[in-house]
């Protein structure tokens, strides 16, 4: 048997609520905080130390992105979320890390939860939870690790590219959440990739024994990513009907556009969800094809040696008296009645086009 892995829900079995307690598996020996804080003419970007010199950041007079990888470094989590004023279920819900995409709303803040999906350098799907805090005029995100989808958020905030640094915090979470979507198409095309080389393999002949299981990882993956964004849409329409000072009107339409994107990449999901089945269905298809093959040539093979058996067997009892024997030519007579048969059932094969 297998090793059966440890359920993350045993680590929180008869906890207090609000116990922060790590449930994921990315240990980070360093806890890595970075800090972008920007208005229309500047913008400041900082590598931290420590949680207690994000304490001594002003937060009045521009907009500030605090970015924390590491959320095995529960007592630094608790320290910040005590210093904005988190409630403590909160602080729980970040770090534990199966938390179903969801959104949450408080007096003074907004927190998100949602799936962050991105392929390794295997094309292997990689799921990691990200959790946002949305302020007056600041951002807060929380990750299990360093490496993530938002290297082109960067680059717009440091060098002033679109409204980023025109708009308030609202439209900061606006990208980043985007940048999370736009990363599941990249997912969705490596998906569909994978189903095209299946459909030609499995056409072809062309199958290894492990596409089975192939097929089967693959429609794992899919349901991870349903699971990931059949959620989301529900955050993104709460976001939109969220009637605080926190969500701007007119930020409300991009937030649209996202509702938009991931209803385009649910329909894929769906569509390709069915393409998944199909190829199973084809490649049980191909194996009782290949079955049903090897079953015909031996059936042939069976019935052109059957009667010359019968024959070879008459001939070969052990009478005293067979008159054929004491022929002449019976031997070679009997050779061409076999090689006629045989010849015989083989052009009567070719003409019923079993052969």
């Not at 359920?7 to 609520?17: E, S």
């Not at 082109?152 to 308030?168: A, D, L, N, P, Q």
Request: aromatic share 12%; charged share 25%; glycine share 4%.
């Amino acid at each position: 048997m297998g090793k059966i892995k440890t359920k993350r829900h045993h680590k929180k079995v008869g906890k207090a609520p609000g116990s922060m307690i790590y449930t994921g598996h990315k240990s980070s020996k360093k806890l890595f905080i970075e800090a972008f804080d920007y208005n229309v003419e500047r913008c400041i970007e900082k590598e931290l130390n420590n949680v207690e010199e994000i304490f001594q950041i002003n937060l009045s007079n521009s907009i500030t992105w605090i970015n924390l990888n590491g959320l095995n470094h529960v007592t630094e989590i608790e320290k910040l979320g005590k210093h904005f004023n988190l409630h403590p279920l909160v602080l729980e819900d970040i770090v534990s890390i199966s938390q179903r995409p969801k959104i949450d709303e408080h007096e003074d803040y907004l927190f998100v939860v949602l799936k962050m999906l991105y392929n390794d350098k295997d094309d292997n799907i990689v799921s990691e939870q990200v959790s946002f805090i949305l302020g007056t005029n600041y951002v807060l995100t929380f990750q299990e690790s360093e490496g993530d989808v938002f290297d082109t958020v960067r680059e717009r905030i440091r060098h002033g590219k679109g409204r980023v640094r025109t708009m308030k915090s609202d439209y900061l979470l606006y990208i980043l959440m985007d940048a999370v979507v736009d990363h599941y198409f990249t997912i969705i095309e490596t998906i569909g990739d994978k189903i095209e080389v299946f459909e030609t393999d499995i056409f072809s002949g062309n199958v290894e024994k492990s596409i089975n299981k192939d097929i089967q990882d693959l429609k794992r993956e899919i349901l991870r990513m349903r699971r990931a964004i059949f959620p989301l849409r529900e955050v993104i329409n709460r976001i939109e009907k969220h009637e605080s000072e926190l969500i701007q009107p007119k930020t409300k339409a991009f937030y649209r556009d996202i509702y938009d994107h991931l209803i385009q990449v649910s329909e894929n999901l769906d569509i390709y969800r069915e393409m998944i089945w199909s190829l199973m269905d084809m490649y049980m298809t191909s194996i009782s094809n290949k079955m049903n093959e090897v079953m015909k040539v031996l059936t042939i093979m069976a019935s052109i040696f059957i009667p010359l058996t019968f024959i070879a067997g008459i001939y070969g009892m052990n009478f005293d008296y067979i008159p054929e024997l004491h022929y002449k030519h019976s031997y070679f007579i009997l050779w061409g009645v076999m090689i006629v048969l045989f010849l015989g059932m083989l052009h009567y094969f070719k003409r019923k086009k079993w052969l």
